[in-house]
């Protein structure tokens, strides 16, 4: 079992930090309404209300309350289960990237996201240079010529003296603002003062970017953004007088969050004529300036904000081939079959390797009609290759299917002021429970899911604050990440926990997932008085992932090979479990 005073925690909540000063930060609204009290606690008086996504500095905690300065500069509290926070990060929580990198192998594989669970979407060259966009324990995921995704970690070189070129360079780009009272500051710095608040839909220029900030121009005046806020236009990137069109002709996009307003004109300025629901798809008819035309009833068309939208091939009902022009593919693998007609249970007519390019006749379901070297034509699954050109990409069905659209959330034990375990070579459990949310968030992140950290740096949260979280948000699935620690330094192995019943089924899914994948000893699924499980209205699961007590599963736990088969272990039990 853990250590008593970390038992205490877990069990009880107790010894919160009365009060505290926070960082110097800034929290954004999660709730769509939100209500401003004069103090710290339901009890107090009422005195305004805050709408989803406006952002306000914070410099006061006291337990599950964050106080904020409102617009009129006048101060009160906010349960801080309706905000997400956002610090100045140190180096060492930064995810987050950007420069330059030189790809060191042949064959590299580029993946739809961080493990190879992912799909294959191209194949690098040893010395392609690459964007590097962020990067976590394991994986890297890049902007490549072949399009964007998660390549290992080391097999990518970096490139520091153009990263340092890259830091300000002008970017020429335009951005609109995708939320409400979006701060522009002086400097880029939460701590630098705001100079103006833009509301959701305004438009800009952007000048320069540097570490997550963006330098823009509006109305006269210059100031910086959060680039997270912005959705931006690349000008450098405007279709050249005679380029063909994007074919859309059965590209249909998914919508990705609830009730999306839908517009005369591509524009926030556009007449709202309807709205469309999270999860359904509608046929694309025309992109233009990051907004996307849909028919969103029969014979019924309007503009929405692209970067709500997840497009996609629209599979013919009737099987019928569709048309594809100006496209080719590339081969993923040696020895992809290439065969006579659209489907794995017609004959093999050819073979072809790694890296083979041929141009795309037509498509038919998941299928492309290509044209082989002597002249003839055969058909290849979609998901063995990467597309260059407008052709629909296809997507693999894979257990990311099943996590997609679902709302997770990762909880890494303990943070700030309390440490959990300690290891017999000094590795603090807050940190390693870090590490390996980090990683299962990116993986649930690339597959569709909605994703939600407790915690995504070295700050407290109390029990009862993440468990509200878990209420407030709906979760379909609450995941506690700890590592284990007892006085008897042979103990080892993995332990799963559960309190109600309904919970039981999630904890044995991950657990004989997870167990399995990182080849640990398996202590079983128990049951567990454990606050974040016992108050818990949502599926949840507590995870022990190993002792630290015990010096050589320190030395495993802690190890880059160990974190991402768990995380890939934790991320396979809960495909097993959605798809029941």
């Given at each position: 079992m853990i250590l008593f005073l970390t038992c205490v925690f877990l069990l009880t909540g107790a010894c919160q930090p009365r009060l505290s000063a926070a960082a110097d930060s800034s929290v954004t609204i999660t709730a769509s309404s939100l209500n401003v009290r004069e103090g710290p606690g339901l009890s107090f008086k009422v005195i305004g209300e805050v709408k989803n996504g406006e952002t306000y500095s914070s410099k006061k905690v006291e337990e599950d309350w964050i106080q904020i300065k409102l617009a009129n500069g006048r101060k009160g509290w906010v349960a801080n289960w309706h905000v997400s926070s956002e610090q100045e990060s140190s180096a060492e929580e930064v995810s987050a990237t950007s420069g330059t990198g030189t790809v060191t192998t042949d064959g590299l594989r580029l993946r739809k996201g961080p493990g190879t669970e992912f799909q294959v979407v191209a194949v690098l060259s040893s010395g392609q240079t690459v964007d590097i966009l962020e990067t976590n324990e394991n994986w890297t995921k890049i902007k490549a010529p072949d399009g964007e995704g998660w390549i290992s970690k080391e097999y990518l070189a970096a490139a520091p003296d153009q990263e340092k070129k890259r830091a300000n360079k002008s970017t020429k780009k335009s951005g609109t603002a995708t939320v409400n009272s979006l701060n522009v500051r002086e400097q880029p710095?939460?701590?630098?003062?705001?100079?103006?608040?833009?509301?959701?839909?305004?438009?800009?220029?952007?000048?320069?970017?540097?570490?997550?900030?963006?330098?823009?121009?509006?109305?006269?005046?210059?100031?910086?953004?959060?680039?997270?806020?912005?959705?931006?236009?690349?000008?450098?990137?405007?279709?050249?007088?005679?380029?063909?069109?994007?074919?859309?002709?059965?590209?249909?996009?998914?919508?990705?969050?609830?009730?999306?307003?839908?517009?005369?004109?591509?524009?926030?300025?556009?007449?709202?004529?309807?709205?469309?629901?999270?999860?359904?798809?509608?046929?694309?008819?025309?992109?233009?300036?990051?907004?996307?035309?849909?028919?969103?009833?029969?014979?019924?068309?309007?503009?929405?904000?692209?970067?709500?939208?997840?497009?996609?091939?629209?599979?013919?009902?009737?099987?019928?081939?569709?048309?594809?022009?100006?496209?080719?593919?590339?081969?993923?693998?040696?020895?992809?079959?290439?065969?006579?007609?659209?489907?794995?249970?017609?004959?093999?007519?050819?073979?072809?390797?790694?890296g083979e390019s041929f141009q795309v006749i037509s498509m038919k379901n998941d299928w492309y009609e290509i044209e082989l070297s002597n002249g003839s034509t055969g058909f290849v699954a979609g998901w063995l290759v990467s597309v260059n050109g407008p052709a629909p990409k296809i997507e693999k069905p894979g257990g990311e299917k099943h996590i997609k659209g679902k709302t997770i959330i990762i909880d890494p034990g303990h943070g700030g002021r309390d440490f959990g375990a300690t290891g017999a070579a000094g590795t603090n459990e807050k940190e390693l429970t870090l590490k390996t949310a980090k990683l299962l968030y990116d993986k649930l992140k690339a597959a569709g899911a909605n994703v939600i950290l407790t915690r995504s740096n070295d700050t407290y949260k109390s029990l009862k604050a993440r468990v509200k979280l878990a209420h407030s948000s709906g979760a379909d699935a609450f995941i506690s990440i700890h590592y284990d620690s007892i006085e008897d330094n042979s103990v080892r192995g993995m332990t799963s926990f559960y309190y109600h019943d309904y919970q039981k089924t999630l904890a044995e899914s991950i657990h004989a997932a997870a167990a399995g994948q990182a080849k640990i000893k398996d202590r079983g699924v128990r049951h567990g008085d454990y606050l974040v499980l016992r108050e818990n209205k949502q599926t949840a699961v507590l995870l022990e992932l190993g002792y630290l007590s015990n010096p050589s599963e320190e030395t495993l736990i802690t190890s880059g090979t160990y974190q991402e088969s768990i995380a890939s272990g934790v991320f396979d039990g809960l495909t097993r479990y959605f798809k029941k």
């Open positions: 710095s939460l701590q630098s003062n705001v100079i103006k608040k833009l509301g959701e839909g305004e438009t800009f220029l952007v000048q320069s970017e540097k570490d997550g900030w963006l330098e823009i121009s509006i109305s006269g005046q210059t100031g910086w953004v959060k680039s997270e806020y912005v959705a931006t236009n690349s000008r450098s990137k405007a279709k050249k007088a005679g380029d063909a069109a994007p074919d859309l002709n059965g590209v249909t996009a998914a919508v990705t969050t609830d009730n999306l307003q839908v517009r005369a004109q591509g524009s926030f300025a556009g007449e709202v004529i309807g709205s469309v629901s999270k999860g359904k798809e509608y046929p694309v008819l025309e992109e233009k300036n990051n907004w996307t035309k849909i028919e969103y009833e029969p014979g019924l068309s309007g503009w929405v904000a692209s970067w709500y939208l997840s497009k996609s091939a629209r599979k013919s009902s009737t099987g019928a081939k569709q048309e594809v022009k100006n496209s080719t593919v590339a081969i993923l693998h040696d020895g992809t079959n290439i065969r006579n007609k659209p489907g794995v249970d017609h004959s093999v007519i050819s073979r072809a390797n790694q």
